[in-house]
Structure formats: structure tokens, C-alpha cells
């Protein structure tokens, strides 16, 4: 493999990606793991975050995970999902589609989800030993549950898309900012994220709970936790599964 490269490995189909992923990091304990692409045409048990089933029609979209080793200390272990919102926004982006973050790293066009990210991070002591890094891409299913409130670039470009193409486009931006982390370009990475949030200018509505009210993101703290501005003034802050953006 040559410097900045991934290594490229094909399913058809897989319980999951990052179930696969995990179990060749510790098949291949002390060798080396980094920068593999496991990739699945199907997942039989795609995972979403918090429990979550993740939908994907057979041989339509790209669902993959990434195994990168940063050198990263565990207290920055949020920069890997700042980055891979970043690789996937930049990539849509480069196809004219301008999307969103909505925090903590789902990606969004026009309020509706077109990628979902699930990282689990491996960590030794105070060190981020490797991260498995999941990603689903909705590219060419053109139909979704309405409920999901899900969109693909096909739907949203009108065009049919060649995934291996795709896929190569996706890993050049994730070389990319894996090298921003890699150089400790924190600030950076800090601003391009916040710039890219839903939610940093205008107010909407966040739920805790049973409780429904408006705010604005004011900024997004060193553990990657969201601090809300409410219409008082109030200001506080949410860790994950904390609150949640009503659409
Ligand atoms: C979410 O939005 O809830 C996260 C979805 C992550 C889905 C991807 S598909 C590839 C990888 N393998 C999985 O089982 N899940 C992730």
C-alpha cells in the first residue's frame, strides 16, 4: 500500500461493515490495520447510531467503514467526527450539493438525511489506538420509508451514479482530512465544522425530552457537546442523546 492510500476490501453482502471491521482489527492483533475500507453491497444488520437499524437497499448505496489511526489523545476523539462530517460534506459539495450537519454528524440536504456516520473508537489509556469509521452514503435508491425523511444524490441530481466512483471520490476527501487531523490543524478543522452546522444562524426547534423550544447553536465545546443559546439568553450545554433537533 502506498503512503495515503486505503486498502480496498468487497462484500456482497455483511452482517455490517463495522462488525466485520471490528473483528479484523482483533484478528489482525499487532499487524498493521490502519487505512482498510471494508465495504458491503448489503448489510444484513446495518447499525445506526443509538441502537438504530441503518436502511439501505441492496446495491444501491455505499455502506462502508473506514479504519484510520490518527495519533490522536482520546480527550479529541470528537475531531474524528468533526472530519468525517467534513469528508462527506466537502465530497457532496464537489457533486454541486450543498448539505448540512446536523450535530452531532448526520448529514443533510434540505432537512432530509443522506448520510449517517457511526464511529467506535478504540482506545488504550489517555491514546485513540484506531477508529472504525461507518458510513452510509444514499446514492441511487430513489425510493425511502417516509419516515426516515431520507434523500439520495440521485433523487436530488436526477442522475444515476457509478458507486465505485463514487466511493474513490468519498476516500480522496477523507485522505484529506485525515491529514488535517493528522497535522493537528484543530482550529481549522473547529471552524470549517461550526461553519457547516444546521442550526449556528438561525433558531430552531430542539427537544429535551417532552419539553419542545427554540435555540440557536452558539458553539460546540471541546468534547464535542452543543451549546445552545435560547431566545431568553439562556445558554446550555448537551452531551449526546442530550437533545435533539426537531425537523
Ligand atoms: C446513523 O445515522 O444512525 C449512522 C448510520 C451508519 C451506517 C453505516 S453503513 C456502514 C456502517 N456499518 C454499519 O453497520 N453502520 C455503518
Given at each position: 500500500m502506498?503512503?495515503?492510500q486505503f486498502d480496498i476490501i468487497y462484500f456482497d453482502n455483511l452482517d455490517s461493515t463495522n462488525n466485520y471491521a471490528k473483528k479484523y482489527i482483533e484478528k489482525h492483533e499487532g499487524k498493521d490495520i490502519c487505512n482498510k475500507?471494508?465495504?458491503a453491497d448489503y448489510q444484513t444488520k446495518g447499525r445506526g447510531s443509538f441502537e438504530n437499524k441503518w436502511q439501505s437497499e441492496k446495491g444501491k448505496n455505499l455502506t462502508f467503514s473506514i479504519?484510520?489511526?490518527p495519533e490522536i489523545f482520546a480527550k479529541d476523539q470528537f475531531y474524528i467526527s468533526k472530519i468525517t462530517s467534513l469528508a462527506l460534506i466537502y465530497y457532496l459539495e464537489a457533486q454541486g450539493i450543498v448539505a448540512k450537519i446536523k450535530w452531532p454528524n448526520?448529514?443533510?440536504f434540505e432537512?432530509?438525511?443522506i448520510s449517517g456516520i457511526l464511529i467506535e473508537n478504540s482506545i488504550l489509556g489517555d491514546s485513540l489506538t484506531s477508529s472504525i469509521v461507518g458510513i452510509g452514503i444514499n446514492i441511487n435508491q430513489k425510493k425511502f420509508d417516509v419516515d426516515l425523511n431520507a434523500t439520495s444524490i440521485n433523487i436530488i441530481k436526477s442522475s444515476?451514479?457509478?458507486?465505485t466512483k463514487e466511493l474513490e471520490k468519498i476516500l480522496n476527501s477523507y485522505i484529506y482530512v485525515l491529514n488535517l487531523c493528522k497535522n493537528k490543524r484543530f482550529e481549522y478543522i473547529d471552524r470549517q465544522y461550526f461553519n457547516k452546522l444546521l442550526?449556528?444562524?438561525e433558531f430552531l426547534k430542539y427537544r429535551k425530552e417532552s419539553l419542545i423550544f427554540e435555540a440557536i447553536i452558539e458553539d460546540i465545546d471541546e468534547y464535542g457537546r452543543?451549546?445552545?443559546?435560547e431566545r431568553s439568553g439562556r445558554k446550555k450545554i448537551y452531551g449526546f442523546k442530550e437533545v435533539e433537533l426537531v425537523l
Open positions: 502506498k503512503k495515503d475500507v471494508i465495504v479504519i484510520i489511526c448526520d448529514i443533510l432537512n432530509k438525511k444515476e451514479y457509478d458507486k442550526g449556528k444562524r452543543l451549546i445552545l443559546k
